[in-house]
C-alpha cells in the first residue's frame, strides 16, 4: 500500500491469518489489524484481555523494545486496555487501562504505577520514571 494514506485503525479490515511471534512486524500495520486470536503463541490472559471492559476485540499494535503491545478496545475516548506481552518469555505481561475520560492506570516492568500512557511505554524500554514526576504513582 505505499502510496496510500494509512487507514484509521477502527476502519483495518481484521487479519486473522495465523502468525508467530517471530513475524509479527516491529512497526505499526497502517492496512490491516492483525487480531490476537491470530497469533499462534497468544497466552490465554492476552485473549481474554478485553472481556472485562467489554471489548473482546483485541489487535496487534507494534513492538516496543523486547515488548509485543496489542490493545483492546479504540484508541481514545472509550474503555481500553493495553497490554504488552515479553518476547523473551510470553507468560510475562504488564496492561495499561485507558478510561473514556483519557486517565490511564498501569503498571510497567520496572514495578512502578502510571497514570499517563507514555510513561508507562518509557518503562516498557526500561526509561522508569521516578516515583513523583508527572505519570507516575507510589
Given at each position: ?98 478510561f473514556p475520560n483519557g486517565t490511564g492506570d498501569g503498571t510497567g516492568p520496572s514495578g512502578a ?26
Amino acid at each position: 500500500m505505499a502510496g496510500e494514506p494509512a487507514l484509521p485503525a477502527h476502519e483495518r479490515p481484521a487479519d486473522n491469518t495465523p502468525i508467530h511471534t517471530a513475524n509479527l512486524p516491529a512497526t505499526p500495520t497502517r492496512d490491516r489489524n492483525i487480531v490476537a486470536s491470530a497469533w499462534i503463541e497468544a497466552p490465554p490472559e492476552l485473549l481474554s484481555s478485553g472481556d472485562d471492559i467489554g471489548q473482546p476485540d483485541i489487535t496487534y499494535k507494534r513492538r516496543i523494545g523486547n515488548w509485543l503491545l496489542w490493545r483492546a478496545g479504540p484508541a481514545n475516548h472509550a474503555d481500553a486496555r493495553y497490554t504488552a506481552i515479553d518476547t523473551n518469555d510470553l507468560t510475562r505481561s504488564h496492561t495499561f487501562r485507558l478510561f473514556p475520560n483519557g486517565t490511564g492506570d498501569g503498571t510497567g516492568p520496572s514495578g512502578a504505577g502510571h497514570t499517563r500512557f507514555r510513561t508507562w511505554k518509557e518503562d516498557l524500554l526500561g526509561r522508569h520514571t521516578p516515583v513523583g514526576e508527572p505519570g507516575t504513582r507510589e
